[in-house]
């Protein structure tokens, strides 16, 4: 884990996952607004990271199924100013609302979210 103020990395970093009681290679970090630290999905489980005091909440890890709707396996997050989180798997997106605390969208984020920028893209593999 890099910790970082401004463009300078901050004292005592980078730090081992292990040694903040979380698992190497996560599939997917990011921060979490509802809950105000980090999270981190790896497998069926998550883990939930107190930035303040950089140790795991109590009670944690807990199992993926507490976010109705997402697969294992997310490999990317986006959080948009509307407050709802975006979550990635290859060319598939699930958008999870933190209210209703369930996935209320999914699709192929290439063709279904233009604010990606990516609707453009080709749909075969012929670039070049």
């Known amino acids: 884990m890099w910790r970082y103020t401004g463009p300078e990395l901050d004292p005592g970093f980078p ?14 970090v990011f921060f ?4 105000g630290h980090m999270v981190l999905f790896k497998g069926s489980r998550y883990f939930v990271l107190n930035l303040k005091t950089l140790h795991q ?35 598939r997106f699930w958008r999870f609302d933190p209210m209703k605390v369930r996935v209320t969208r999914e699709g192929q984020w290439a063709k279904d979210l233009s ?8 749909q075969n593999n012929n670039i070049l």
Do not use: M, V
């Open 15 to 28: 730090r081992k996952s292990k040694e903040l009681g979380l698992p190497r290679r996560p599939h997917c």
């Open 32 to 35: 979490y607004g509802p809950l």
């Open 57 to 91: 909440e109590a009670y944690y890890p807990r199992r993926l199924t507490d976010w109705t709707g997402l697969p294992q396996g997310t490999n990317g997050a986006l959080t948009r100013p509307d407050g709802r989180l975006y979550l990635f798997k290859y060319q």
């Open 115 to 122: 604010w990606t920028g990516c609707s453009k893209i080709p």
